[in-house]
């Protein structure tokens, strides 16, 4: 391995040299040769390739959460090595039932699809162990098979459980990021997985899309009923999913110190969209969505307060505005392509 110092730190892969950035710092190393197995069964080799199969579709997936890459500053907030978890419930989300049966016993998969995966990633928390995820609740609204809103509740109870100095004062922002997911299925004839595009779409790429974080907001301007954040629109003829991210931190008012609590970060999976025929082979599709409840406290178009005393002075109408950053009016951002 070797570390590279220069103007322009580069990620990724360059022949059989693979470029990664740590700490603001190259690091060179070569990839690994292909792997020679002999004597190995047919159960062998299948293993891998429905193993190979998870980790990608995977990757993908954390690629769009981790929006910003290697050195996204949220990237503290999500558990250690998020691919594996995901990798493993991908694994064991298909119906093995009804898939191609190899040997006598061992059934492996040669196609992951959303209606099989969906189910497996609902609700996944991909927050670190420290991270007081368990309290907090995050219910999506609206039509099964397309939410557009979801229900956040239970952030007190989760703000009691970090411990903040003295008199501090502890406050959260929201994040929402939202990726595609591909079908993927095994191409025996070249011996890899391949991304399978949604009607006639001839792009292979994938599909990133996230909010600008909303203002700090004081974990006390939280509504005992919850909120209710609008889910940003997406194309309807693609399947996507929306995480929402947590960050807190601590003011301290003795010499205005700012503590980040990254490692109590919450990251979870909190809705799921795709056309109505992609959840067609799900027969318990109907308990990954809730109906709409005209109990649940919206959060409505805030207006804009310039005093920043005046908010303070008003927990809803703060909480509104700050609440509104995830939403700009101006033109949201072209969609990410990986």
């Known amino acids: ?50 193993f190979g199969g998870a980790a990608k579709m995977a990757g993908q997936i954390y690629a769009g959460l981790q929006a910003s890459g290697p050195d996204d500053p949220l990237g503290p907030i999500f558990r250690a090595y998020p691919q594996n978890l995901l990798t493993s419930r991908i694994r064991r989300a298909p119906n093995r039932n009804k898939v191609h049966i ?3 016993q061992l059934p492996y998969v040669e196609r992951f699809q959303f209606c099989d995966v969906a189910p ?5 928390d991909l927050s670190g162990p420290e991270a007081p995820s368990a ?24 703000a009691n459980a970090i411990p903040v100095h003295g008199n501090a004062r502890l406050e959260f922002r929201l994040h929402i990021r939202q990726t595609e997911i591909k079908d993927i299925f095994y191409n025996a004839i070249l011996k890899q997985w391949q991304r399978q595009d949604v009607k006639t779409r001839n792009s292979s790429s994938i599909q990133t899309k996230w909010s600008d974080p909303s203002d700090w907001i004081p974990i006390e301007f939280f509504p005992k009923e919850g909120i209710t954040l609008p889910i940003p629109p997406v194309d309807d ?24 609590h990254h490692k109590h970060g919450i990251v979870r999976i909190a809705a799921l969209h795709a056309p109505c025929e992609a ?32 908010r303070y002075q008003d927990p809803k109408q703060f909480l509104q505005a700050a609440l509104a950053k ?13």
């Not at 070797?2 to 690091?27: E, M, Y």
């Not at 109907?286 to 959060?299: D, E, G, I, R």
């Open 135 to 158: 309290k907090v609740h995050m219910t999506p609204m609206g039509p099964q098979h397309n939410p557009t809103a979801i229900k956040i509740t239970g952030l007190t109870a989760a």
């Open 1 to 50: 391995m070797a570390k590279a110092h220069g103007p322009i730190l580069l990620s990724g892969k360059l022949q059989n040299l693979i470029f990664r950035v740590r700490d603001n710092k190259n690091i060179v190393h070569l990839a690994p040769d292909k792997i020679h197995v002999k004597n190995a069964t047919q159960r062998y080799h299948d293993n891998r390739m429905e």
């Open 102 to 104: 190899v040997g006598e």
């Open 326 to 338: 995830l939403f700009p009016k101006k033109e949201s951002p072209p969609l990410r392509k990986q």
């Open 237 to 260: 003829t693609r399947n996507h999913l929306t995480a929402i991210l947590i960050e807190w931190r601590e003011i301290r008012p003795v010499g205005r110190r700012i503590l980040q």
């Open 120 to 124: 497996a990633l609902k609700g996944l």
């Open 279 to 310: 959840w067609t082979q799900v027969s318990h599709s109907t308990s990954h969505c809730h109906l709409p409840n005209a109990t649940h406290h919206a959060v409505p178009a805030p207006k804009t307060l310039s005093d920043s005393r005046m």
